[in-house]
């Protein structure tokens, strides 16, 4: 699967983005996806995932009740949408792609990544 990001950029704190993540290459539905973040000097992290069966969500404790993860799967496109903005969200962020068992996904595509910067 062939992931690109779009939609990072520069906002103040307190306000609001939305990451696009068209994936290309193989079959979108089945597949697993998410959003991970890398701020500098830090290991990547886990934000959000979206299930490829159920379409069930998951969040990283830092974002839940902000951001928000959706897929369309007739676009092969999933959406992070990030509101209440803070400092410490700037990062730049990763989309990922992976085989969903149902137990776990196996991220094993990822995009290029797009940088969001939030002004405190």
């Known amino acids: 699967v062939q992931l690109v990001e779009s939609g990072g950029g520069l906002v103040q704190a307190g306000g609001s983005l939305r990451l696009s993540c068209s994936a290309s290459g193989r079959p979108f539905s089945p597949y697993g996806m998410g959003w991970f973040r890398q701020a500098p000097g830090k290991q990547r992290e886990f934000v959000a995932r979206?299930?490829?069966?159920?379409?069930?969500?998951d969040y990283a404790d830092s974002v839940k009740g902000r951001f928000t993860i959706s897929r369309d799967n007739a676009k092969n496109t999933v959406y992070l949408q990030m509101n209440s903005l803070k400092s410490e969200d700037t990062a730049v962020y990763y989309c990922?792609?992976?085989?969903?068992?149902?137990?776990?996904?196996?991220?094993?595509?990822w995009g290029q990544g797009t940088q969001v910067t939030v002004s405190s």
């Open positions: 990922a792609a992976g085989p969903d068992t149902g137990i776990s996904i196996s991220w094993n595509s």
């Open positions: 979206i299930r490829g069966g159920t379409g069930s969500t």
